[in-house]
T-cell receptor
Framework: GAGVSQSPSNKVTEKGKDVELRCDPI?????LYWYRQRLGQGLEFLIY????????KSGLPSDRFSAERTGESVSTLTIQRTQQEDSAVYLC??????????????FGEGSRLTVL | QQQVKQSPQSLIVQKGGISIINCAYE??????FPWYQQFPGKGPALLIA?????SEKKEGRFTISFNKSAKQFSLHIMDSQPGDSATYFC??????????FGSGTKLNVKP
């Protein structure tokens, strides 16, 4: 497909378990973002990757959260020892090289995480 | 983390009416102000965006008004339609390395 792809679309886990969420950005997009959206709330910035630069991790809420990106391709967001407050929709977005265009973010449909 | 304040939280408008959503920002270094539209179960999608060198941008029924001195910008939806029912997010960005989103406005356009 031509859009941003996220998996799984839904994940139910038990408190204390680790989860991995995957994002496949649009081919050619050098920038990749992760956001968290709690029920009925806005988008909370988590982390930003741009090419081979060091990622901006300033939005990660705790050291239980980490993310990796392979080159300019797939990214994985990992949440260790999940807590109930981690329940949310995790959205991934990608964009062309920043500064070279309108800055439009293309979002995936999100991974809905429920921690029991 | 929120640096842009959005209001109202929810909005009900009759079909054909005007929907107005407001945002106020703090950081004057930001130079890109987009609006995103999100339907249930979907990711947000860019609706319209503006830079602070213009005071207004119009695309079809959607208009952004920008007041740099007041650090405010708003989205106007003219002739609102039931298909416009969605959640709308304003955002601000500088250098595109970090987008700060508002808390969202849930719009319900009644037929």
């Amino acid at each position: 497909g031509a859009g941003v792809s996220q998996s799984p679309s839904n994940k139910v886990t038990e408190k204390g378990k680790d989860v991995e969420l995957r994002c496949d950005p649009i081919s050619g997009h050098t920038a990749l973002y992760w956001y968290r959206q709690r029920l009925g709330q806005g988008l909370e910035f988590l982390i930003y990757f741009q090419g081979n630069s060091a990622p901006d991790k300033s939005g990660l809420p705790s050291d239980r959260f980490s993310a990796e990106r392979t080159g300019e391709s797939v990214s994985t967001l990992t949440i260790q020892r999940t807590q109930q407050e981690d329940s949310a929709v995790y959205l991934c977005a990608s964009s062309l090289q920043p500064g070279m265009n309108t800055g439009e973010l293309f979002f995936g449909e999100g991974s809905r995480l429920t921690v029991l | 983390q929120q640096q842009v304040k959005q209001s109202p939280q929810s909005l009900i408008v009759q079909k054909g009416g005007i929907s107005i959503i407001n945002c106020a920002y703090e950081n004057t270094a930001f130079d890109y102000f987009p609006w995103y539209q999100q339907f249930p179960g979907k990711g947000p999608a860019l609706l319209i965006a503006i830079r602070p060198d213009v005071s207004e941008k119009k695309e079809g029924r959607f208009t952004i008004s920008f007041n740099k001195s007041a650090k405010q910008f708003s989205l106007h939806i003219m002739d609102s339609q039931p298909g416009d029912s969605a959640t709308y997010f304003c955002a601000e960005a500088g250098d595109f390395n970090k987008f700060y989103f508002g808390s969202g406005t849930k719009l319900n356009v009644k037929p």
